[in-house]
């Protein structure tokens, strides 16, 4: 005999949108919970693809079964069942949908399902040649589109789905490859209003530098945006001399030429503090950040800093910096 949660996932393929609209909404309620999750999951075989099925229907369904999807992909293993019968493509193909009203809700979903190795995978389209990275590019393109101005802004959770996939060796470098430009779309959007938009930035920006030793001539191709993204929030908030913005290029010292308001967020200064550590670790990148008068930015930064995490990822690249062998300014004040 059937149990009353088998009954309620089978009501998921009633033909009467009555009962799907009915057993939908309760499997939504059961997934904003632990015990819930638990329960479902004994019937992940039947109520994941009778989910998935209703991702294309209207809304009053769409979304009820996008938000238990989200709430299940929370699970690893349910997530890689999810991966595993092709979620990523029907969540792409929805998105995509010129009618498609749930499009923040399967962006995160996205970004669950690439906490997941193979997530990355299947969202990179690993293994399929002619169609490797196209996803990958729909997603920047529409990052960099939307308006974080709008009320809703379906897109902005992207921002943490390049984190997870920057995470990985064939991220960083689809990201990386100068023919298709997508850091310097991304980079772009290191000033949004949205704090969930600056962190995945931040966050991408960060991983894409643990490829300075093999990448850094595509990482200081796109220079002009690359420093100001990394410095200005690590730059604190005062305004800097004449003297200083002279030895800077334009776009750095324009900025900082004004009060700014402070970056709040200490992941983000530490991210960009560790960025730099990466790229100055190779001595054509210590060069580059030299010739922005970047150890200056550094050392006036670090003074207005009182986050004991974010101070320590000042020390560490002041450390660095004055150990190193690279072409310093030896009037320049170090970090103490």
Same mark, same amino acid.
């Given at each position: 005999?059937a149990?009353?949660?088998?009954?309620?996932?089978?009501?998921?393929?009633?033909?009467?949108?009555?009962?799907?609209k009915?057993a939908?909404?309760?499997?939504? %309620?059961?997934?904003?919970?632990?015990? %819930?999750?638990?329960?479902?999951?004994?019937?992940a075989?039947? @109520?994941?693809?009778?989910?998935?099925?209703?991702?294309a229907?209207?809304?009053?369904?769409?979304?009820?079964?996008?938000?238990?999807?989200?709430?299940?992909?929370?699970?690893?293993?349910?997530a890689? !069942?999810?991966?595993?019968?092709?979620?990523?493509?029907?969540?792409?193909?929805?998105?995509? !949908?010129?009618?498609?009203?749930?499009?923040?809700?399967?962006?995160?979903?996205?970004?669950n399902?690439?906490?997941l190795?193979?997530g990355?995978?299947?969202?990179?389209?690993?293994?399929?040649?002619?169609?490797q990275?196209?996803?990958?590019?729909?997603?920047?393109?529409?990052?960099?589109?939307?308006?974080?101005?709008?009320?809703?802004?379906?897109?902005?959770?992207?921002?943490?789905?390049?984190?997870?996939?920057?995470?990985?060796?064939?991220?960083?470098?689809?990201?990386l490859?100068?023919r298709?430009?997508?850091?310097?779309?991304?980079?772009?959007?290191?000033?949004?209003?949205?704090?969930?938009?600056?962190? %995945?930035v931040?966050?991408?920006i960060?991983?894409?530098c643990? =490829?300075?030793?093999?990448?850094?001539?595509?990482? @200081?191709?796109?220079?002009?945006?690359?420093?100001?993204?990394?410095?200005?929030?690590?730059?604190?908030n005062?305004?800097?001399s =004449?003297?200083d913005?002279?030895?800077?290029?334009?776009?750095?010292?324009?900025?900082l030429?004004?009060?700014?308001e402070?970056?709040?967020?200490?992941?983000?200064?530490v991210?960009?503090?560790?960025?730099i550590?990466?790229?100055?670790?190779?001595?054509?990148?210590?060069?580059?950040?030299?010739?922005?008068?970047?150890?200056?930015?550094?050392q006036?930064?670090?003074?207005? =800093?009182?986050?004991?995490?974010?101070?320590?990822?000042?020390?560490?690249l002041g450390?660095m910096?004055?150990?190193?062998?690279g072409?310093?300014?030896?009037?320049?004040?170090? @970090?103490?």
């Open positions: 005999m149990t009353e949660l088998e009954e309620l996932v089978e009501f998921l393929s009633s033909p009467s949108p009555t009962v799907t009915a939908v909404d309760i499997v939504r %309620g059961l997934t904003g919970s632990e015990d %819930g999750l638990q329960s479902l999951a004994n019937y075989k039947m @109520l994941l693809p009778s989910l998935a099925r209703l991702l229907g209207k809304k009053e369904v769409s979304e009820p079964a996008a938000e238990a999807l989200v709430n299940l992909s929370q699970n690893s293993g349910l890689a !069942k999810m991966v595993e019968m092709g979620m990523i493509n029907a969540a792409m193909d929805i998105l995509y !949908k010129p009618d498609s009203s749930i499009g923040r809700l399967l962006a995160m979903l996205l970004v399902l690439t906490q190795d193979v990355v995978a299947s969202l990179l389209q690993t293994g399929e040649e002619k169609m990275g196209l996803y990958v590019m729909k997603l920047v393109r529409s990052f960099c589109r939307s308006s974080d101005e709008a009320r809703e802004d379906p897109f902005e959770h992207v921002g943490s789905v390049l984190v997870n996939i920057s995470k990985q060796e064939a991220g960083r470098k689809l990201l490859d100068p298709r430009g997508l850091l310097k779309q991304i980079i772009r959007q290191f000033d949004s209003s949205s704090p969930l938009r600056r962190k %995945g931040s966050g991408t960060r991983n894409c643990f =490829e300075a030793e093999s990448q850094l001539q595509n990482l @200081l191709l796109i220079s002009e945006f690359l420093w100001p993204a990394l410095l200005l929030p690590v730059a604190g005062k305004i800097y =004449e003297q913005r002279s030895k800077m290029p334009l776009e750095l010292g324009s900025a030429s004004i009060e700014r402070p970056v709040d967020d200490p992941e983000i200064r991210q960009a503090l560790e960025a550590y990466l790229i100055s670790l190779q001595e054509a990148g210590l060069r580059a950040f030299w010739s922005v008068n970047g150890p200056r930015i550094i006036v930064g670090y003074e207005d =800093e009182e986050d004991p995490k974010v101070m320590g990822a000042y020390e560490q450390s910096l004055i150990n190193s062998s072409t310093e300014d030896p009037t320049t004040e170090t @970090l103490n």
